[in-house]
């Protein structure tokens, strides 16, 4: 594992770094792809009509960045959780706070630039598990498998 950064200072994690670099530059370039080519209402209305090549590469970036993002988002909520187990910091500390600026910046995204927007799925989201990952062992494993079971009968 290969870690960036000084003794001293806060060690990085390269690879989760650049699996987040990837997840965020494939989405802005998906959103972008979409948005430029026919809007997000003719995405939505046109998607079974364009040329074979556009749609298997549409199919191969859909959800991949954005499912990427989303492992990342996780990943970087229990490394901030252990971390501030590890100092005896309280957690979730000010991670509400940070969850409800995004979700501040959502609702501005959402009526200034698209009404498709991740970011108060996201906040939502984070508050939920936040919320969970204060809890016992034996309810976050309740938690797991109600989840799991309601993935597999859908």
């Known amino acids: ?13 390269a690879a989760l770094d650049v699996a987040r670099g990837i997840a965020i ?14 809007g997000i209402v ?15 590469l549409m199919q191969l970036a859909q959800g991949k960045f954005l499912g990427l993002l989303s492992l990342m988002f ?6 901030q959780a252990a ?3 590890r100092a005896g910091r309280a957690w979730p500390g000010n991670y509400r706070t940070r969850g409800f600026l995004l979700f ?8 200034l630039v698209a009404e498709f927007d991740v970011l108060m799925g996201y906040a939502v989201v984070s508050m939920l598990v936040c919320g969970v990952v204060v809890t016992s062992r034996r309810t976050r494993m ?5 989840a799991a079971s309601c993935t597999c009968c859908s």
């Open 104 to 111: 501040v910046d959502g609702l501005v995204h959402y009526f």
């Open 1 to 13: 594992m290969t870690t960036v950064g000084t003794p001293r200072s806060r060690t990085r994690i």
């Open 25 to 38: 530059l494939g989405t802005l370039g998906t959103n972008i792809w979409i948005i430029t080519d026919c």
């Open 83 to 85: 971390s501030a187990r």
């Open 42 to 56: 003719g995405y939505l209305e046109t998607a079974g009509s364009d040329p074979w090549p556009q749609r298997i």
């Open 142 to 146: 309740w938690v797991a498998g109600t």
């Open 74 to 79: 996780g990943i970087g909520l229990a490394i």
